[in-house]
């Protein structure tokens, strides 16, 4: 089994910065690319960033320069860092892991969700 649990989401003013947490736990052998994606009322999920094993990164164009991603493999964990928030950024942000388990399954796992809302 296999868990991925979100932290740090919450209400924030425009220009305000909040970072995300997800952090993965089970039967987990080896975690490869990391990624953060999120989905706004009434649009389609967008890939927000992501992280590959040897820690290369890539980002959406709307967030190049204010959000950083990073990742913990020690603690099989992945950070979003979000800073110069915008109104436009509100939206439900999931994490997705790929991974492999003990049993020998490789596939993506998603995380339950964190809102994040930037309003004044």
């Known amino acids: 089994q296999v868990q991925l649990v979100e932290s740090g989401g919450g209400l924030v003013q425009p220009g305000g910065s909040l970072r995300l947490s997800c952090a993965a736990s089970?039967?987990?052998?080896?975690?490869?690319?990391m990624g953060w994606y999120r989905q706004a009322p009434g649009k389609q999920r967008e890939r927000v960033a992501s992280?590959?094993?040897?820690?290369?990164?890539e980002y959406a164009v709307s967030v190049k320069g204010r959000f950083t991603i990073s990742r913990d493999n020690a603690k099989n964990t992945m950070y979003l860092q979000m800073n110069s928030l915008k109104p436009e950024d509100t939206a439900v942000y999931y994490c997705?892991?790929?991974?492999?388990?003990?049993?020998?399954?490789?596939?993506?796992?998603w995380g339950q969700g964190t809102q994040v809302t930037v309003s004044s």
């Open positions: 992280i590959a094993t040897g820690g290369n990164t």
């Open positions: 089970g039967s987990i052998r080896s975690i490869y690319a």
């Open positions: 997705n892991i790929d991974l492999k388990t003990y049993g020998g399954t490789r596939n993506d796992y």
